[in-house]
């Protein structure tokens, strides 16, 4: 194209040491957590049976719909890491999320049927045996929190995993609150400690759940990250020799890991020549490489004025 027209930069990719997206590089540790997650849930289902623990049965249901949120993780993973297509340009990255927003979904659903059941155990408390409880909770603790260190730095990097991250979080603290009202009734005798615990259980699970929620709605809505100051980048841009002006600024994610910006740069006109160009695009892609970790940079390089040609919708 001739100088003061289009001109794209761009470049993308997955993060350093890995071949997909963010979470792809535990997709392994993903798996271990699945099953260590499947095996308490089998024990606390026996646990509920044998003690007909509420907080027990409780935490059997969450793990259960924690094992689909785990393994929904895997899945997204899986199609995320599926080559892009004519029609499908970033491939399939945003699954994802579409991941992470359901076990939001799974998450508020367990959290409100177990508080339905623990209000309903307070009003008509039942004999539960403390100290076979204790032992099927203490199972739970150890082995969500193997799980949770296996996905500790991941939850950091990711959003699908850290929805499976804070599933298991919620199965530890549920675990920890069972073996505690099991304690409880041993020593005490007070009955309703059951349903407490599972009251416990309930409110840890939705504030942790709504944050990841808005996290998610932030990335389908195109939000700018949230580690990314959009005035800075701006300055930044600015302060390059020969840049003029900028406009149509969007930073925005397509999923963990993945930020893209696209920006239109006016630039001195004497500095649209072909070496001029170059040293241009190559000196924004450092600068936003450098100072913002967004790779994955689209520039449209302009002379002055050309602004007032382009579409309104550009704006």
Request: proline letters at 4%; a negative charge; charged letters at 15%.
């Amino acid at each position: 194209m001739g100088a003061g027209h289009d001109h794209g930069h761009t470049h993308g990719g997955p993060p350093p040491g890995t071949t997909g997206t963010a979470a792809a590089a535990y997709k392994g540790r993903l798996r271990m957590a699945l099953g260590i997650t499947l095996t308490v849930l089998l024990a606390y289902v026996a646990g509920s049976l044998l003690t007909g623990s509420l907080a027990l049965f409780a935490e059997a249901g969450h793990m259960a719909t924690d094992a689909v949120g785990v393994a929904m993780a895997l899945l997204a993973i899986h199609f995320a890491g599926r080559p892009a297509s004519s029609r499908r340009t970033f491939g399939y990255a945003r699954a994802e999320i579409l991941a992470a927003l359901l076990n939001c979904l799974l998450l508020l659903g367990v959290g409100g049927f177990i508080l339905f059941e623990a209000v309903q155990r307070l009003t008509n408390p039942t004999e539960v045996p403390g100290a076979q409880t204790v032992v099927f909770g203490l199972v739970g603790v150890v082995a969500n929190g193997i799980s949770l260190a296996l996905l500790m730095r991941g939850q950091k990097e990711s959003l699908n995993v850290r929805g499976a991250f804070l599933e298991v979080l919620s199965d530890a603290l549920g675990s920890l609150a069972v073996v505690l009202s099991a304690v409880v009734i041993m020593v005490t005798g007070w009955t309703q400690a059951d349903a407490v615990a599972s009251l416990v259980i309930a409110l840890m699970i939705v504030p942790r759940t709504l944050k990841l929620l808005r996290e998610a709605l932030d990335v389908l809505l195109e939000a700018a990250p949230k580690n990314v100051d959009m005035d800075e980048v701006r300055a930044h841009i600015m302060a390059l020799p020969g840049v003029e002006d900028l406009h149509d600024l969007h930073v925005w994610t397509i999923t963990s890991g993945m930020p893209v910006l696209s920006a239109h740069v006016v630039v001195d006109p004497s500095r649209l020549d072909s070496a001029g160009q170059e040293k241009m695009l190559h000196d924004l892609q450092g600068c936003l490489g450098e100072h913002f970790a967004v790779e994955h940079c689209t520039f449209q390089l302009e002379p002055s004025g050309h602004a007032d040609h382009e579409a309104r919708l550009c704006h």
